[in-house]
T-cell receptor, first 114, second 115 residues
Framework: AQSVTQLDSHVSVSEGTPVLLRCNYS??????LFWYVQHPNKGLQLLLK??????LVKGINGFEAEFKKSETSFHLTKPSAHMSDAAEYFC????????????FGSGTRLQVQP | NAGVTQTPKFQVLKTGQSMTLQCAQD?????MYWYRQDPGMGLRLIYY???????DKGEVPNGYNVSRLNKREFSLRLESAAPSQTSVYFC??????????????FGDGTRLSIL
């Protein structure tokens, strides 16, 4: 069975400092991995996706994530946080197991302090 | 650039009432999905439609029915609402469900409260 674990439910950083949101997955197959962001009262927006090409994936708004197969991790980073980054972030895995659907992590709420 | 449009945005129901949540996409996508989002649980798939004319159960289908009315529209029906169905419901679409690199595009959600 596939699963995805977001290791922190809440992360708080100061504006201008680095962001690290952690995600681990378990899979018997080669997964595709995504990060989505959800701003208050909005739907989810795709930040970036990994699909077995380069292991370092660049996304929108300065975010990037690195796929590490040996650690089964796909952590999301940004060098310098902005106030507008405050939102909830979801790590998501997709595997072609017959039931073609996404599995979502439980989310990490990012707070950015001025 | 409408993308995925959900109606209504908010709804309050009494236990036992029925209602239909509407979803439409204008991206010519083949696949559509209904999720529910509950605190601390991420999103869970209720039903999906891989293509027009097909629907399949997801992780939490009990108490729900769906209709893929045409390529654009995918509705979710609660026949007899229960307080456990209080949640935020999201509709999503993707070009196809068959390829791993197809991202899903989400609507803004319907916030449903069952009293």
């Amino acid at each position: 069975a596939q699963s995805v674990t977001q290791l922190d439910s809440h992360v708080s950083v100061s504006e201008g400092t680095p962001v690290l949101l952690r995600c681990n997955y378990s899979s018997s197959y080669s997964p595709s991995l995504f990060w989505y962001v959800q701003h208050p009262n909005k739907g989810l927006q795709l930040l970036l996706k990994y699909t077995s090409a380069a292991t370092l994936v660049k996304g929108i708004n300065g975010f990037e994530a690195e796929f590490k197969k040996s650690e089964t991790s796909f952590h999301l980073t940004k060098p310098s946080a902005h106030m507008s980054d405050a939102a909830e972030y979801f790590c998501v895995v997709w595997m072609d197991t017959g039931r073609r659907a996404l599995t979502f992590g439980s989310g990490t709420r990012l707070q950015v302090q001025p | 650039n409408a993308g995925v449009t959900q109606t209504p945005k908010f709804q309050v129901l009494k236990t036992g009432q029925s209602m239909t949540l509407q979803c439409a996409q204008d991206m010519n996508h083949n696949s559509m999905y209904w999720y529910r989002q509950d605190p601390g649980m991420g999103l869970r798939l209720i039903y999906y439609s891989a293509s027009e004319g097909t629907t399949d159960k997801g992780e939490v289908p009990n108490g729900y029915n769906v209709s893929r009315l045409n390529k654009r529209e995918f509705s979710l029906r609660l026949e007899s609402a229960a307080p456990s169905q209080t949640s935020v419901y999201f509709c999503a679409s993707s070009r196809t469900d068959s390829y791993s690199n197809q991202p899903q595009h989400f609507g803004d959600g319907t916030r449903l409260s069952i009293l």
